[in-house]
């Protein structure tokens, strides 16, 4: 069988591939925000919380948010309305919804966080 070529990769595409355990990261201090990916106008990222930890309230205007909760639990607070969330669970809102969370259980929380475009430059780097 040989390949066509919609299945040969050019040498201008790009693939990159990131272990979420090489980026995983835990402080006592606060929250981590690891940036896994930039392109196109948008940003992937993972945030770890420790037990209590919290993201305070924001938006990311002009952008959709898609999150998934890789690890643990916690509650999701969207406009005001707070969500229970799990391991697994898969969240989309759009960028004009107030958005928080706070790691609720007993366990380190890590939520992976696509944006598909990026809001601000601060919204692309690591903390």
Request: hydrophobic share 40%; net charge negative.
């Amino acid at each position: 069988m040989n390949a066509s070529t919609d299945d040969i990769i050019e040498e201008d595409d790009y693939m990159s591939i990131t272990s979420l355990q090489e980026v995983k990261t835990f402080s006592e201090d606060r929250f981590t925000k690891r940036v896994l990916f930039q392109q196109g106008g948008g940003v992937t990222f993972v945030l770890h919380f420790l037990p209590g930890q919290q993201l305070p309230v924001h938006k990311h205007p002009g952008t959709d948010v898609i999150l998934l909760v890789v690890e643990g639990t916690g509650t999701l607070i969207l406009d005001g309305k707070e969500q229970a969330v799990k391991q697994e669970d898969v969240i989309h809102c759009g960028g004009e919804v107030e958005f928080a969370f706070h790691n609720t259980g007993d366990q380190e929380v890590r939520l992976f966080v696509v944006l598909n475009k990026v809001p601000a430059a601060s919204y692309a780097k690591d903390i």
